[in-house]
Structures are given as C-alpha cells and as structure tokens.
C-alpha cells in the first residue's frame, strides 16, 4: 500500500480507500453482517486507513456497523462520515440540512452511532439550497475548534462553492463522483482543488460496478438494487456500457491485471484518492493491490482512446439525483 497526504493540509491516508455503502442495506440487497465486519476488517489489514460512510446509508446502519467492528481499531485509520443527504418521497434533499444547529445535531447522532469522540473528516453531503456555504462552514469551523472533527469535506458541489466555503475555512476534501465512465470533474472542480490544495476523494470510482467485471445484465441487478432506475443501467445504455468495460477489460487482462484494478489504478494515477466499495474480502485485497499499480504512457494514451470523456451512455443519475447536486 501506498500513502499520501490529503490536500495540502490534509492527514495521511492511503492512497486507496473503503467506501461504506455497501455494508448498508437497502441500497444494493441484504447485508450479511459477519461478511461485511469481515470486509471492514481485512481493508485494515490491507493497509487501507481510510474509511468513508455517511449518516445516510442505511439510516445510520452503515456507521453503526464501523464503530462495533473497528471500535478497537479507532487509532488505524481516518475516520469519514457525511451528513446532510436525506431526502424526501420524490428524492429532493430535505431543506435546511446546512443550518449550524442542524450540523450540530447530526455530528452528535453520528458520534454516537460510531461510539468515537472525533470524526476526522466531516462531510457536507450535499450543499443545501436553502443556507449559504458560508454559514454552514462556519458551523463546521466551530466543531473543528471544539475537537469534534478535525477536517472539513464538501460533496459534489461546484467549482464556485469550493471558492466560497475555502474562504471561510480551509477544506481538505472535495468528493464526487469520478471513474472513467464519469470525468465531469475534470472540467473545473479537480483544477480548482489544485489550485487551492484541496484533496479529491473518488466515489463510484467503478461506474457503479461496471467496472468491476461483474454486472452485465439488468437480471442481475436484485429487485431492491436503486441501480435500476440509474440511466447507466437502462436497456440500451447498460449494452453500450458494457462493452466499453470489456474493451478496458481486455487491455488490464494484457498486464495482468483485473478491470477494477486498472480503472483504480487510473484514478490513482490522477491524484485522486477512489474509495471503492465492496462486500467481500476477496475484492477489498484485489483493489488494495491496485495501489502498487504503475501505468506506463502507452497504458494511459490507450485508455484515453478506449473511454474517450463522454463515452459512456446514460447520465449520472436520474432527474431527482442531478437536481441535488452542485453544478
């Protein structure tokens, strides 16, 4: 495993992290809760020392799950967490979930649900509409002063937003979605992270599994997977998508690697810090692996040509999804 500091005044993670929302239920099937502490604990044992998850998945189950399994591990890794992402019956985020008093109390619920005294990384999970940024980071600059939290994240929010909250207080993290099936922020959030030191934490970095090797179908996609209402999974668009991740396939399999572990390594290869998620052991040290992958120019020219920007069919999400993101 490989290391590398967060930002310009970030902590020290690993260059390949876990994301937590798989081990929630409700969002892709069942939860096998000794498979999933497994899983937690073989990514420590892998040297992953970043974990991700948010007050959201599962409706706490995912944060609650952490603080039983690695509460004795607490010293191991940087804990991360998010709040402000819930949203009504026709998935419009809940209004005011920026308001000072409302980050108080869901950094307190999350504390709880995760049986810690700090959350080392505390997200802005979606920008609320209805509170300017800078009200919400100075709330969250008072958590930082009080201990409560020891840096400041922001989710899928614009180029512009970065500028307004890195005014107030520094942000050390900005997370959203990129993969080579999504490079919308290459455009101007990854530039202005540059430019201001702000780390960039990849989710989805699989395309939502299409680049692990293991969804070809929508049958196999379960009655409660929320991937089936995705665009990228629609008939039509899901064929499309899975070629293109054969073609990538094709090209790992040259080198010896697997498909997620050269879409990761790719990632890696940009600065970005992709936090994939999984329920299996096997795939926790699989992707852990692809932290010592070095991509040759010949590699990267070949994906470029492969997964051009924009290949990819389907949009991001569906009407409800964009309309609570940052643009």
């Not at 260059?15 to 420590?44: C, H, K, N, S």
């Not at 191991?76 to 979930?97: C, I, S």
């Not at 999504?182 to 202005?192: F, G, H, Q, S, Y």
């Not at 690697?257 to 795939?283: C, D, F, K």
Request: charged letters at 25%; glycine letters at 12%.
């Amino acid at each position: 495993m490989q290391y590398r500091a967060l930002g310009r005044r970030g902590p020290t993670v690993s260059v390949l992290g876990f994301g937590a929302m798989t081990l929630a239920p409700g969002i892709y099937a069942d939860v096998d809760e000794r498979e999933a502490a497994g899983t937690l604990q073989a990514a420590l044992d892998a040297g992953i020392t970043l974990i991700d998850t948010a007050d959201i998945y599962g409706a706490g189950h995912s944060e609650s799950l952490i603080g039983r399994v690695l509460r004795g591990r607490r010293e191991e890794f940087v804990l991360a967490t998010k709040f402000g992402g819930d949203q009504d019956e026709q998935g419009r985020l809940v209004p005011g979930m920026g308001r000072p008093e409302y980050v108080r109390s869901a950094l307190d619920a999350s504390l709880a649900r995760l049986g810690t005294d700090r959350v080392d990384l505390y997200y802005l999970h979606r920008l609320d509409p209805d509170t300017p940024v800078e009200e919400t980071m100075g709330a969250l600059a008072e958590l930082v002063q009080a201990g409560k939290i020891g840096h400041i994240g922001l989710s899928e929010v614009s180029a512009r937003t970065i500028r307004r909250a890195c005014a107030v207080h520094p942000v050390t993290a900005v997370q959203s979605e990129y993969s080579l099936f999504n490079r919308a922020p290459e455009k101007e959030v990854l530039p202005v992270c540059e430019e201001l030191g702000v780390g960039f934490v990849a989710y989805s970095p699989l395309g939502r599994g299409l680049l692990g090797g293991a969804i070809r179908a929508r049958g196999e996609l379960g009655p409660g997977d929320w991937r089936r209402g995705n665009p990228r999974f629609q008939e039509g668009n899901l064929d499309r998508n899975v070629a293109l991740a054969d073609s990538v396939a094709a090209l790992a399999g040259e080198h010896g690697l697997s498909v997620a572990q050269l879409a990761l390594a790719w990632l890696m290869h940009q600065g970005t810090v992709p936090i994939p998620g999984t329920r299996r052991v096997a795939n926790v040290r699989a992707n852990a692996a692809a932290a010592d992958v070095t991509l040759d120019k010949e590699v990267l020219l070949r994906l470029e040509e492969l997964v051009p920007p924009g290949a990819a069919a389907g949009a991001q999400g569906d009407d409800a999804y964009l309309g609570n993101i940052d643009r």
